[in-house]
C-alpha cells in the first residue's frame, strides 16, 4: 500500500502578518509520526474568501487527507466553513447535533452568531472538542478545526486515531544520515541520482553546508528499516571506491550508522 499523502491547509491573516507565529505544524508532525505517518506539504493562506476557496478547489481533488486549522469561529472572517463548501459544490446545511452541543452550553446565548457555527458543508460530521464542547468538523477528507492549538492538537489527535491510524505503514520510517567533508555537493551529483534510480522507495535528501572554506555534506536517506539499511551501507562504500572521499576518516556519522574505528 502506498504512504497516505496527509496534508495541513493553515489559516489565518495574523500569520502572514507575523502577529502571531505557527505552532499546528510541529504538533501535527508529531503526533503523525507516532503512528508512523509524515505530513507531505503544508498550506499557509490568509483570510480571503477567493484565496481560500481556490486552495480547498486544489486540495479537494488530491487523493489526500487534509488537516484545516482555523476560521471555523462565528465572526465574518471566519470563512473555512463558506469556502469549503463552495469548493465542493455543496449548500452550508446547519447541523443539528452541533446546535444541540451549542445550546447546551450556551443557552438562549447561542442565538443568534453561536449558531452560526453549525452551519456546515452538507454531508458534515463533527470533530470532538475536548477543551470547551463546541466542536470541529470534517467533510471529505478535510478535517477541519479551531486555530487554538490548545484546542486543535487533541482534535487533531482524535482524528489521527480514529481515521488515519489504519493507515500507517506496518514498519515505521527510519532515517540515517551521515556528512562528508572536503567535498562539493556537485561532485556528488551523479552518485545521488544512482541512488534514487536503484532505491525508488527511499527519500535521499543532500544538505550543503561549509565550515570556513571547507564545504561538507549532511546526506539521508528516509524509508523502510530493510532498505534504509542496505542503502546506507552501499553508499558509505561508494563514497570510498569512488575516491568522493580520501578514506572512512572523512565520514561523520549523524543517525543510523556507528563512527568506523580507523
Same mark, same amino acid.
Given at each position: 500500500?502506498?504512504?497516505?499523502?496527509?496534508? =495541513?491547509?493553515?489559516?489565518?491573516?495574523?500569520?502572514?502578518?507575523?502577529?502571531? *507565529?505557527?505552532?499546528?505544524?510541529?504538533?501535527?508532525?508529531?503526533?503523525?509520526?507516532?503512528?508512523?505517518?509524515?505530513? =507531505? /506539504?503544508?498550506?499557509?493562506?490568509?483570510?480571503?474568501?477567493?484565496?481560500?476557496?481556490?486552495?480547498?478547489?486544489?486540495?479537494?481533488?488530491?487523493?489526500? /487527507?487534509?488537516?484545516?486549522?482555523?476560521?471555523?469561529?462565528?465572526?465574518?472572517?471566519?470563512?473555512?466553513?463558506?469556502?469549503?463548501?463552495?469548493?465542493?459544490? *455543496?449548500?452550508?446545511?446547519?447541523?443539528?447535533?452541533?446546535?444541540?452541543?451549542?445550546?447546551?452550553?450556551?443557552?438562549?446565548?447561542?442565538?443568534?452568531?453561536?449558531?452560526?457555527?453549525?452551519?456546515?458543508?452538507?454531508?458534515?460530521?463533527?470533530?470532538?472538542?475536548?477543551?470547551?464542547?463546541?466542536?470541529?468538523?470534517?467533510?471529505?477528507?478535510?478535517?477541519?478545526?479551531?486555530?487554538?492549538?490548545?484546542?486543535?492538537?487533541?482534535?487533531?489527535? /482524535?482524528?489521527?486515531?480514529?481515521?488515519?491510524?489504519?493507515?500507517?505503514?506496518?514498519?515505521?520510517?527510519?532515517?540515517?544520515?551521515? *556528512?562528508?567533508?572536503?567535498?562539493?555537493?556537485?561532485?556528488?551529483?551523479?552518485?545521488?541520482?544512482?541512488?534514487?534510480?536503484?532505491?525508488?522507495?527511499?527519500?535521499?535528501?543532500?544538505?550543503?553546508?561549509?565550515?570556513?572554506?571547507?564545504?561538507?555534506?549532511?546526506?539521508?536517506? *528516509?524509508?523502510?528499516?530493510?532498505?534504509?539499511?542496505?542503502?546506507?551501507?552501499?553508499?558509505?562504500?561508494?563514497?570510498? =571506491?569512488?575516491?568522493?572521499?580520501?578514506?572512512?576518516?572523512?565520514?561523520? /556519522?549523524?543517525?543510523?550508522?556507528?563512527?568506523?574505528?580507523?
Amino acid at each position: 500500500m502506498a504512504d497516505p499523502e496527509i496534508g =495541513a491547509v493553515i489559516i489565518g491573516d495574523e500569520l502572514l502578518s507575523g502577529k502571531r *507565529r505557527d505552532r499546528h505544524q510541529a504538533a501535527l508532525i508529531a503526533a503523525l509520526a507516532e503512528r508512523g505517518l509524515e505530513l =507531505a /506539504w503544508v498550506r499557509i493562506v490568509g483570510d480571503d474568501a477567493g484565496l481560500l476557496t481556490a486552495t480547498f478547489r486544489e486540495t479537494t481533488r488530491r487523493d489526500a /487527507w487534509v488537516f484545516s486549522f482555523g476560521g471555523i469561529g462565528a465572526t465574518p472572517d471566519d470563512r473555512t466553513r463558506a469556502c469549503l463548501a463552495r469548493a465542493l459544490g *455543496r449548500p452550508l446545511v446547519r447541523h443539528p447535533e452541533f446546535v444541540a452541543l451549542l445550546e447546551a452550553r450556551f443557552g438562549t446565548e447561542a442565538y443568534p452568531n453561536r449558531v452560526l457555527m453549525a452551519d456546515l458543508p452538507q454531508g458534515s460530521g463533527l470533530i470532538p472538542n475536548p477543551v470547551n464542547g463546541v466542536p470541529g468538523f470534517h467533510c471529505e477528507r478535510h478535517f477541519c478545526v479551531p486555530g487554538f492549538p490548545v484546542m486543535a492538537e487533541p482534535m487533531a489527535r /482524535w482524528v489521527i486515531a480514529d481515521y488515519l491510524a489504519r493507515l500507517a505503514p506496518a514498519q515505521a520510517p527510519v532515517e540515517r544520515s551521515l *556528512r562528508v567533508h572536503g567535498i562539493p555537493e556537485s561532485r556528488l551529483v551523479p552518485l545521488l541520482n544512482d541512488f534514487e534510480a536503484r532505491y525508488p522507495e527511499l527519500r535521499i535528501s543532500s544538505l550543503p553546508g561549509s565550515v570556513g572554506d571547507v564545504p561538507r555534506v549532511e546526506l539521508g536517506l *528516509r524509508g523502510a528499516p530493510a532498505p534504509v539499511a542496505a542503502a546506507f551501507e552501499e553508499l558509505r562504500q561508494a563514497l570510498v =571506491a569512488g575516491g568522493l572521499v580520501a578514506g572512512e576518516h572523512e565520514i561523520e /556519522w549523524l543517525s543510523g550508522g556507528t563512527t568506523p574505528s580507523v
